[in-house]
């Protein structure tokens, strides 16, 4: 991205989005009383969230025991109830999902597919669906300090140690299928980035056709495999990100708010919720709805308006797709394919 001498001036910058994470999947209920169980809940949940300034919601489920839902039948149900509850924002399934065959006679069907890609086939179908690319270890407990953990299941040596061992797998055949069953379900991939070299597999992407769309980027600063939350890993990340870009900035625990000032006053956009950190001062609990609260004061007291529902959908580019991938790297601001016997640097000349 290209910083000029007023890319800092908040009437230069685009409103503020914030996504709102406030599920916190990895914690188990007994973990805070900011995680919503009952389906009731959750719903109500993301109003907060939506009333406290959030416009993008990034949704995970739970059974009525606490546990994690992989029924597609609740996703779907779930999504129903926000399109009605929070009709303005914009909603995102995390893509780290794999459902699960909820009879005898579903089994055949779903044990011949990677049930990941059952997100395409959600109903209501969400704005976005995040995807992780290149498999990769995702140890989030690294960067985890006792103190981040104390009185949650993490503190546990079993279950640290689960999350401690977690990968993601994300190669070439299913991130290339992935992207084609959410393209013709007209579901925006949000893809979810840890360091440069993936965002240079995502260019190669478009480059080579496989995604023809506007770039949705999450920078996920956790460590455990990803960049770690150091303001170089950040800047680097930002500074490779191609100018048409929308670009969010995620970290981990009470690394979350320092980066998170630095993107609002840059003009880019903010995560925040319970999934990524349960604290403000050190040792004091803070809510999902307080966090979004603290960024929308961060961002008025800059000058710099927070996103309407409206906005963050036009922000976001919902709904739209290109024709060509020499379409998709125009729009982004990337240089074109090289043509053949072009030399040099295959620049766009203005008309």
Not at 60 to 70: I, L, Q, W, Y
Not at 117 to 144: S, W, Y
Not at 273 to 285: A, V, Y
Request: charged residues 25%; aromatic residues 6%; glycine residues 10%.
């Amino acid at each position: 991205m290209h910083f000029l001498d007023d890319s800092l001036f908040p009437e230069n910058q685009q409103p503020l989005v914030i996504t709102a994470a406030p599920y916190g999947p990895e914690f188990l209920p007994g973990d805070s009383d900011d995680i919503p169980v009952s389906m009731d809940e959750q719903v109500q949940k993301a109003v907060d969230c939506y009333n406290a300034g959030a416009t993008v919601l990034h949704v995970h489920c739970r059974e009525a025991d606490g546990s994690g839902s992989k029924r597609l039948s609740m996703f779907n149900e779930m999504l129903a109830r926000l399109r009605d509850a929070v009709p303005k924002m914009v909603l995102q399934v995390g893509g780290s999902i794999s459902f699960a065959p909820e009879g005898d006679g579903e089994s055949a069907k779903w044990l011949s597919d990677d049930t990941r890609h059952m997100l395409a086939d959600l109903t209501p179908r969400p704005d976005q669906v995040t995807i992780a690319i290149n498999t990769n270890q995702m140890n989030v407990t690294e960067l985890m300090s006792a103190d981040d953990v104390a009185g949650t299941s993490l503190a546990l040596p079993a279950y640290h140690h689960a999350y401690r061992e977690m990968w993601f797998t994300s190669g070439p055949d299913f991130v290339e299928e992935h992207l084609r069953r959410l393209t013709a379900s007209g579901i925006q991939p949000m893809f979810m980035l840890g360091d440069v070299g993936q965002l240079e597999t995502v260019e190669r992407l478009i480059r080579r056709g496989v995604y023809r769309g506007p770039l949705v980027l999450n920078w996920v600063g956790i460590g455990g495999g990803a960049d770690g939350p150091n303001p170089y890993n950040m800047m680097e990340f930002i500074r490779r990100t191609p100018d048409g870009a929308m670009l969010s900035i995620e970290s981990q625990m009470r690394s979350v708010l320092p980066l998170n000032t630095m993107a609002i006053a840059m003009g880019l956009h903010v995560r925040c919720g319970i999934e990524d950190n349960l604290w403000g001062r050190k040792g004091e609990r803070m809510t999902s709805v307080g966090q979004i609260e603290q960024l929308t004061r961060i961002s008025r007291e800059l000058f710099r308006e927070v996103a309407t529902g409206d906005e963050a959908r036009e922000i976001c580019q919902i709904g739209v797709q290109y024709q060509s991938a020499d379409e998709t790297l125009a729009k982004l601001g990337w240089p074109p394919n090289r043509d053949a016997g072009h030399r040099g640097v295959p620049l766009r000349l203005a008309s």
